[in-house]
């Protein structure tokens, strides 16, 4: 697999798209929607005013389907280790991950620090547990206006209880981005999803005429209907971290979205019984051997309206 998994649009336009998938490498969907994507947009010669620049993630996870091979490429965003990794050759790396996130880096840094871009970041991602369909924002206006133009429930306050994500990187460039989680791992309407979602966000920058990609509808309207049910947002209120050593293990029945109340056995780990202390909904609970996030326990954030 190559780390540019395909770039499409008017060369040096200022609108542009860097969109990351498989940052963990038993999360293909993205890659598979990019590289469908770009073969359609290729073949129909569809007239995108920007630029689209899309990057495979954890090349050697995603060679054996693992989230990392030693720690999670999704955790490791801080300016702090960006340049040290600048300042070191390749031969000094320690770990898969920072080879991998160097090799990004040297792709993408002349792009973030050109200041006459506007960029925008996407990352792709699925989750493990059922109903796993949402958007996660960085602090910028920018990014929720973006996350809103996908017919799932928008996260609103991830980065400040996840350090390292792509999307606390960019918040501190001062660059909208978001994350689409599209799905499970495995489920086929993940890839669909994606398309119709970015489909979505370039009509709404104006690169894309509404016209040109009506075959994208039929997914986006399918995704408006499946979520429906769903709060447009949620605020985080807790996340349950873990560690390899915890032995945690989430207690099955949890999907995303499932409501639970104060005193509901969650999970378990070498300490014993995990029981919430809030009243909510439960987000991305752990169904998978790599991670370091239990659970998050999130609240439904009321929006108001003005006649």
């Not at 320690?94 to 991998?100: H, R």
Request: with cysteine; net charge negative.
């Amino acid at each position: 697999m190559e780390r540019l998994i395909g770039r499409y649009g008017k060369f040096g336009a200022a609108k542009t798209f860097i969109i990351f998938a498989g940052i963990h490498g038993n999360e293909k969907a993205g890659i598979k929607a990019l590289e469908e994507l770009f073969a359609d947009f290729t073949k129909n010669q569809i007239a995108f005013d920007g630029t689209i620049i899309g990057i495979a993630g954890n090349l050697k996870a995603l060679e054996q389907n693992a989230r990392f091979i030693h720690k999670d490429l999704n955790r490791q965003w801080y300016l702090s280790k960006i340049r040290k990794l600048g300042a070191l050759p390749y031969g000094m790396l320690n770990t898969q991950e920072d080879i991998e996130q160097k090799e990004i880096l040297d792709l993408i840094l002349e792009i973030v620090h050109d200041k006459g871009k506007k960029l925008m970041l996407i990352d792709l991602h699925t989750t493990s547990a059922k109903g796993g369909c949402f958007t996660i924002t960085n602090t910028l206006e920018r990014s929720s206006e973006l996350a809103l133009q996908i017919p799932v429930p928008v996260i609103n306050g991830m980065t400040n209880k996840i350090g390292g994500t792509t999307l606390e990187y960019f918040d501190q460039l001062g660059l909208p981005a978001i994350a689409f989680e599209a799905g499970q791992h495995e489920e086929l309407e993940a890839v669909n999803r994606i398309k119709a979602a970015l489909v979505s966000i370039f009509k709404h920058t104006a690169c894309l005429e509404k016209e040109l990609v009506k075959e994208y509808e039929s997914s986006f309207l399918k995704m408006q209907e499946d979520f429906a049910h769903l709060p447009r947002k949620v605020n985080v209120l807790y996340r349950h971290p873990v560690e390899e050593e915890d032995a945690f293990v989430m207690e099955e029945g949890f999907g995303n979205f499932h409501r639970i109340q104060k005193g509901d056995l969650l999970a378990r780990d070498k300490h014993g019984p995990i029981y919430s202390h809030l009243d909510g909904l439960i987000l991305m609970p752990l169904y998978q051997k790599k991670g370091n996030d239990g659970f998050f326990i999130v609240e439904e954030e009321k929006i108001g309206y003005e006649f």
